[in-house]
């Protein structure tokens, strides 16, 4: 009997119907016209990140140590002892940047087209969420690497879960596992990062993907009317991204590996603590007004953002004036994000 009898006993289907279910998914999904521009392609970009720093993690995961004595040896002997580990590392910590990156550009598409509109309001919800999951995945990760920086800027991160309301006490204890950043807090971090997000970010990017293929690709105006299949025109674009990025962030690790810093030292303060890029705008923010009207501010923002598709319609009544509303607020919100990350980025 062959290995492909065997297998039809086995698992008693019609693949024939399979074959022609997969093709009607994925092989000939009708692909709006305006895709064919490159930068529609920043839906796919995230996703293929992803799916690199899962890898890459899994692989860091193999040697990393989470423990307050071995982390930062652990980092160490990945960069500098493990074959291809400073590649494995660079293309891991560039990776999630590049991420972010592209998340925000995939964001700022969507709010400008408003392809937020009936009925996609629940996948522009689920996107804002998956936006701050991966901030959640940079800042565990980023604290992994148990260097001064990164200790002392979890110690300053998780000092203002301390104003949000109600439950701000517990978030703290609950992150750090206790009251002070210890070992508890390193072993948290570690075992939110590789075993809470992850399936977290799975599950909200399976039905993002899901809706969209029920409601498909928003279309905006202005573009040529029509579909084309999704193989092999959109598929090749996608490989072409994926080459790209890989070529990209090597390029990047190699130029500007990611550093070791000097290990972490809970009784000296470093004179100059600052986060990570993604976090500046926040943080800016934070330092010019009192701190418990910043968390408030941030997060009546977080609320507007992620509610803006039922917001807009209260704020106009006609198309032309709901455009000018968005256009407008996502203006503003984009030259006052550029402005505090450059202001950040310059002053000590």
Known sequence: ?????WLKERFPI???????????????????????????????????LLSLQIVTGILLTFYFVPSPEMAYESVRHITEDVRLGFWIRGLHRWGSNMMIITLL????????????QKPRELNWII??????LTLAFSFTGYSLTYNQLSYWATTVGTNMFKQ???IGHWALVFLRGGEEV???TLTRFFTIHVGLLPPLILLFVAVHIIILRIHGVSEPEGFEKGHYAFYPHH????????????????????????????????????????????????????KLVPLSVGIYATAAFLVVMTFWPFIEPLLAKTNESRRRWAFSVGGLTLLITVALTIWETVVL
């Open 14 to 48: 019609d693949y024939n119907k399979f074959i022609e279910i997969n093709e009607n998914i994925f092989i000939k999904e009708p692909i709006p016209n305006h895709m064919k521009k490159w930068f529609y392609c920043t839906g796919a970009t995230p996703l293929i």
């Open 105 to 116: 550009l995939h964001m700022t598409r969507v709010f400008f087209t408003r392809a937020y």
């Open 182 to 184: 210890t070992a508890n």
């Open 164 to 166: 949000v309301p109600f």
């Open 1 to 5: 009997m062959s290995v492909k009898n």
């Open 235 to 286: 598929f090749y674009k996608i490989i072409i991204v994926t080459l790209f990025l890989l070529a990209f962030l090597s390029t990047l690790t190699v130029i500007l590996p990611p550093g070791l810093g000097t290990p972490a030292n809970p009784t000296v303060t470093p004179f100059h603590i600052k986060p990570e890029w993604y976090f500046f705008p926040t943080y800016r923010f934070l």
């Open 127 to 132: 996107g804002v969420v998956l936006f701050l």
